[in-house]
């Protein structure tokens, strides 16, 4: 049984690059979820899709966030010009057809920005 | 805004000892779940809880949900080191799309 998996597992980078992460969730998952994590907090919610629908967005979501999932499969989250702010955990999680709440999470992507 | 507090947020307990952790909001939610972290690494789930006043054991873990589904707690009896770690409360609402709102966490370290 395969479980969430997030690539890279760390990515350090300079201030106003660009850098985009993936998840592949659970195969049978259709819910996916992003979520950024700061150090000595829990998880805040950025954004999730069902399928391919892309259907609520956090205000944590600036412009310089997309996140997409194209063929309702995997997922890729960007952040355009970065800024030190950016640094954090982001995770990603799915879950299954009926079961929403109960939510599977990947190891997630650890951002350094310098 | 729902909102879950999480205490205490730190615990440095002996092997051995019992520990409650607790997970309070003003807000109803339609389940709540506990997760464990440990570093560098994403949060393990431990069980959900839908029903007011539900409770679940995993082995040496008690998990309640409380009546009003309101408020959650954890215990743990005999705490051995492997049970270290940071320990989230999430909630959900079935008619917010399943996202989860977490708690701050409980960071506990259980000594040899």
């Known amino acids: 049984d395969t479980g969430v998996s997030q690539d890279p597992r760390h990515k350090i980078t300079k201030r106003g690059q660009n850098v985009t992460f993936r998840c592949d969730p659970i195969?049978?998952?259709?819910?996916l979820y992003w979520y950024r994590q700061t150090l000595g907090q829990g998880p805040e919610f950025l954004t999730y899709f069902q399928n391919e629908a892309q259907l609520e967005k956090s205000r944590l979501l600036s412009d310089r966030f997309s996140a997409e999932r194209p063929k309702g499969s995997f997922s890729t989250l960007e952040i355009q010009r970065t800024e030190q702010g950016d640094s954090a955990m982001y995770l990603c999680?799915?879950?299954?057809?009926?079961?929403?709440?109960?939510?599977?999470f990947g190891p997630g992507t650890r951002l350094t920005v310098l | 805004t729902q909102l879950l507090e999480q205490s205490p947020q730190f615990l440095s307990i002996q092997e051995g000892e019992n520990l409650t952790v607790y997970c309070n909001s003003s807000s109803v939610f339609s389940s709540l779940q506990w997760y464990r972290q440990e570093p560098g690494e994403g949060p393990v789930l431990l069980v959900t809880?839908?029903?007011?006043?539900e409770v679940k054991k995993l082995k040496r873990l008690t998990f309640q949900f409380g009546d009003a589904r309101k408020d959650s707690s954890l215990h743990i009896t005999a705490a051995q080191p492997g049970d270290t770690g940071l320990y989230l409360c999430?909630?959900?609402?079935?008619?917010?799309?399943?996202?989860?709102?977490f708690g701050q966490g409980t960071e506990l370290s259980v000594k040899p």
């Open positions: 999680a799915s879950s299954p057809r009926g079961a929403y709440n109960e939510q599977f």
């Open positions: 809880v839908v029903t007011g006043g």
């Open positions: 195969s049978e998952h259709n819910r």
């Open positions: 999430a909630g959900g609402n079935y008619n917010q799309g399943g996202k989860l709102i």
